[in-house]
């Protein structure tokens, strides 16, 4: 049995050595160099390019500028394509601009013979503008007088959505109702995943190919075939190991471009990397929100009717459009229920700042951070316990929205299990009515979040599995490794499934969307969900056809053997007939009926379920300083069945570490007037280090949920959500101060204390 183990990660021997080869570790002949050339802009038009002194460079092989590229739009987004045109991504995008929408756009590209040349030919390039204002908030992109950052968006709003269940007018007029209203901001931040972006493009056989750094091969193979206007099989995509993501590697990056350019050289093989400064701004970041909420509730407690405003910072392109702020808007009527009313608006606004996109958990930690810092206000403002009135409000058994059902659910155990870890009873008592500049506080925060994107978007993967002559068999996923151990738990299903030892699973890690069955990619914590049942009912497969080959091998009636151990066995006495391994050779050698047994399936996925959990912390406060020193926090979770205990406390530990990042010190500055980055390195911008990182417990309810393939559901996003609101309301029961803005940084909570006459 393979499922629920500690199995070593089949990538670790590879990656520990040395010996995992990334797209940069992979030998080339011939390669050139590419590198762009952004805007010093944030907000205009390039008027003209002159090139003529950095074409003399020697070495210089070719410029492209904004003025040579197709004037073909395209989409980036990686989501599966949708025939619906209603629901298709926004084409906003092209292979370099003219219309300079953020600072660092993308207005050409050198190619070089070497990494200097092509550095100092950028610096040769000389660019006039026509500049117009930068438009660097939300606020500003909506004042009236504006000017558009895309001429087919007039008012800077890409989407506004909105919902209502229930009567909200009406339910708000039920008398004894106390109000109460929160406006709650989260920051622009940065995915700061080890390798950054980077891809070679060349000509193969009149194809096009590029190996690069992604998590959605399948998609991006689509992608480069729009924007170049080439049939999609004239592009192959070959994705090696891959040094993380988190989202932004969810989006057609620098891959367009370099097929591009290397199809402007003739179709030599062009590489073309960037620096971690450029990857800060130039490809994606997470949306920074705006979010107010308008509660009616009763003295006990108990929503009655909400009203919720979601304003998500989109940047300068539409990247994944309007679905993370429509989910960000979309969750609050999930984790909390109202009994009568609740109504949303969001908007997705332009700016002129660095592209929102996808990263990790996908506008889930922005709204719960405004949940959950509005659900303590409401407490203390009613004198409530806090968990209590959690437990009165939050989602029950079999909930259902928007076609995602609650199958299983282990919240109120996850609760208990943090509660006392955290010792909560004694800690709200202990650190009652403090004074003095050191104080000390508890906090916690609950969330609920979806598997994978069924309805809103096609969810579909497919597996292929080849028995070998020895008994052993090769895996194929299109689903991609990013770090997240996803190639392991595919071998553990395929191993559970087969009743074979998990080192007789040989995966395949590296995709090639020519020979690579197709899969949507890694996002939206579906793999293990989604193409964990491809996984599953290929393997079913497989071992269908090697009973049917053993019962022709053995000349035995259908029905009556079984395959387990990795041995042929007779369903009746337990009687070993043949190994594995003998009717493996036999499948493939036997004169009379020579068979290759192999299974491929397709898994188009129906359904979705709710993951939960919750994170309770443990705080101090200098209040002279505003340092925040986190004690002892946990996370909590119920993933459905832990198909792997040591990687599923992985996952938690990398998600609970962003999440502090995200709510003490992580934000991307820009200068208001210029729109220049201030902080784009990994220097300034203050990702915490081991130093700032206290011990991350991790705990499971392990619970069993009937629509994943073995009772798994989502854990790769979840852990990234709770802990900045945990610390923040941590903060607050040991401050008294009411802080609705990330990231809690020691200048922020040092001005407030001053204003609050606290020190």
């Known amino acids: 049995m393979s499922i629920g183990k500690s199995v070593k990660r089949v990538d670790a021997f590879e990656k520990v050595t040395g010996r995992a080869q990334y797209t940069d570790d992979i030998p080339l002949n011939d390669v050139l160099v590419a590198k762009v050339l952004h805007s010093t802009i944030a907000n205009g038009l390039v008027k003209e390019i002159d090139i003529k002194e950095a074409s003399k460079l020697p070495g210089v092989v070719k410029i492209v500028t904004c003025f040579d590229v197709p004037d073909v739009t395209f989409p980036t987004s990686g989501h599966p394509l949708s025939l619906d045109i209603h629901h298709a991504d926004i084409a906003d995008r092209k292979l370099l601009n003219r219309r300079v929408r953020y600072y660092g756009d993308d207005i050409a590209a050198v190619i070089a013979k070497d990494d200097v040349t092509a550095s100092r030919a950028l610096n040769l390039i000389k660019v006039e503008y026509e500049e117009y204002k930068p438009l660097m908030s939300i606020d500003a992109s909506l004042e009236e007088g504006s000017r558009p950052i895309h001429d087919n968006f007039p008012d800077n709003i890409l989407t506004h959505s909105n919902y209502q269940i229930g ?112 990857s800060f701004v130039n490809t994606r970041v997470r949306h920074a929100m705006k979010i107010k909420i308008k509660s009616y509730v009763r003295p006990n407690g108990r929503f009655v009717a909400r009203k919720i405003e979601v304003y998500g910072n989109k940047g300068a392109y539409a990247s994944h459009g309007h679905s993370i702020t429509s989910k960000a808007g979309n969750a609050c009527k999930q984790i909390y229920n109202d009994e009568k009313a609740i109504k949303g608006d969001m908007y997705s606004v332009f700016t002129n700042m660095p592209v929102a996109g996808a990263m990790r958990a996908y506008g889930i930690p922005q709204i719960t951070f405004a949940l959950e810092s509005h659900i303590d206000e409401i407490a203390r403002g009613l004198n409530l316990d806090l968990i209590e009135i959690r437990k009165l409000n939050m989602m029950k058994p079999d909930f259902e929205d928007n076609g995602i059902k609650c199958y299983s659910y282990g919240l109120e155990k996850c609760i208990e299990a943090g509660k006392e870890y955290i010792d909560w009873d004694n800690k709200i008592e202990e650190y009652k009515n403090q004074t003095g500049p050191m104080r000390k506080g508890v906090g916690m925060a609950i969330f609920s979040y979806a598997t994978g994107v069924y309805p809103i978007l096609l969810e579909t993967a497919s597996c292929r599995i080849v028995l070998n002559q020895d008994g052993t068999v090769q895996l194929q996923m299109g689903a991609t490794e990013i770090g997240q151990g996803a190639d392991t738990i595919f071998c553990q299903m395929v191993a559970e499934v087969l009743d074979i030892p998990t080192k007789n699973v040989h995966i395949i890690s590296n995709q090639d969307t020519d020979v690579t069955p197709y899969d949507s990619g890694a996002y939206a914590s579906r793999q293990s969900y989604v193409s964990g049942m491809a996984a599953k009912k290929a393997a079913l497969l497989l071992k269908e056809k090697i009973i049917k080959h053993a019962n022709f091998m053995l000349k035995l009636p259908l029905g009556n053997i079984d395959l387990k151990d990795s041995m042929i066995i007779n369903k009746e006495n337990g009687d070993i007939l043949a190994s594995l391994e003998e009717v493996a050779t036999h499948a493939f050698y036997n004169t009379e009926k020579s068979v290759h047994i192999t299974a491929d399936i397709t898994n188009q996925c129906k359904s979705n379920t709710f993951s939960f959990g919750v994170c309770f912390a443990d705080v101090e406060v200098d209040m002279a300083i505003g340092k925040i020193k986190v004690n002892r926090v946990i996370n909590v979770h119920d993933c459905g069945k832990v198909l792997n205990p040591d990687l599923a406390a992985a996952q938690v530990h990398g998600g609970m570490s962003m999440s502090l990042g995200y709510g003490l010190s992580e934000q991307l500055l820009f200068n208001e007037k210029t729109g220049k980055p201030l902080n784009n390195n990994l220097l300034d911008y203050k990702l915490p280090t081991v130093m700032d990182t206290p011990h991350l417990e991790a705990q499971f309810v392990d619970t069993y949920d009937v629509s994943g393939p073995f009772g798994n559901k989502a854990l790769g996003e979840p852990p990234a959500i709770p802990v900045a609101p945990a610390v923040r309301n941590a903060v607050y029961h040991a401050t008294g101060v009411n802080f609705n803005t990330l990231p809690l940084t020691p200048q922020r909570l040092v001005e407030r204390f001053i204003k609050e006459n606290l020190i």
């Open 167 to 278: 009567d909200y007018e009406e339910a708000i007029k039920e008398e004894g109702l106390i109000s109460f209203e929160g406006e709650y901001i989260t920051p622009m931040v940065k995915h700061c995943h080890m390798e950054a972006p980077i891809s070679y493009a060349y000509a193969e056989s009149g194809r096009m190919v590029v190996v690069t750094s992604t998590q959605i091969p399948h998609i991006i193979r689509r992608i480069v075939g729009q924007a170049l206007g080439i049939g999609w099989g004239k592009v192959r995509i070959v994705k090696p190991y891959i040094g993380g993501g988190f989202g932004d590697k969810q989006d057609a990056l620098y891959e367009p471009l370099n097929a591009y350019l290397s199809k402007s050289v003739g179709g030599r093989c062009v590489k073309l990397d960037i620096t971690r400064e450029e």
